[in-house]
């Protein structure tokens, strides 16, 4: 009996170390699973700011590019209102030849896809709790309907000005300002004591070749102007929608 006591306490002692470790265990893999999942979500909160300042950043991008392409359809309205009235005078003569400078020029936008391609390499991408967030950023960034419209600008304008205008008109001398490409500008020096007659618009008149171009040239800036307009419109839901999904995980 006496025995039979003992072996059952020392059972009911075992079964309690047991019990203890156990319990043990447990909190030490729930202890573990509260620092992933707070690991995780700051690995989230990471990659969506940076990501928001890749958007912001586009957005400015696509502003920059839409003033200068509706500068540049303004440029070419001006001359073709030189080319369809004969009878209009030149009101400024300087204006003219920047204006014909001016429709050589393009702007390849560029997006900034840094902060969302290193998250998709590293697998981090995942740690985004939001699906449908996933889905939407990755369509914006891996969509080329923007890219393909301004490629296929560039090489219309290109194409035109090597194969027409540069063969027909003087298109540079002392009154002209060249773009630097990063949103300045410069004088041609080399030009500065050249006393040649400069393009006028009499020079143009009658060109239907020109007239022609400037139509078309119009109505793909204007379909780019609109694709930017909508790009960045794209870019300010994706950067409301990251702001909701980072005020969720305060």
Known sequence: MLTENKF???LIYAVGEIILVVIGILIALQVNTWRMEKKDRQIEKTILKNIKRDLESDIQEFRNVKEFKISQNEAGIRLLEHLIDGSKPPEDTV????DMHLIIYFIVPSSNSTSFDIATNTGYLNNITNDSLIDEL???????????HVTETKRFINAYND???MKNYP?????????DGQGGEYALER??????????PQDIRGDI???NYLNMLSIRLKIGIMGL???EEWANRLIRKIENQLNLKK
Do not use: C, P, T
């Open 8 to 10: 059952s306490k020392y």
């Open 138 to 148: 990755s369509k914006y960034f891996n969509n080329i309907g923007l890219e393909q």
């Open 95 to 98: 204006q003219f030849v920047k």
């Open 191 to 200: 030009y500065s004591n050249d006393n040649r007659s400069i393009l006028r």
């Open 229 to 231: 307009e909508n790009k």
């Open 209 to 211: 070749s020109l007239e």
């Open 163 to 165: 194969n027409y205008l």
């Open 171 to 179: 298109m540079f001398s002392n009154k002209v300002i060249a773009l």
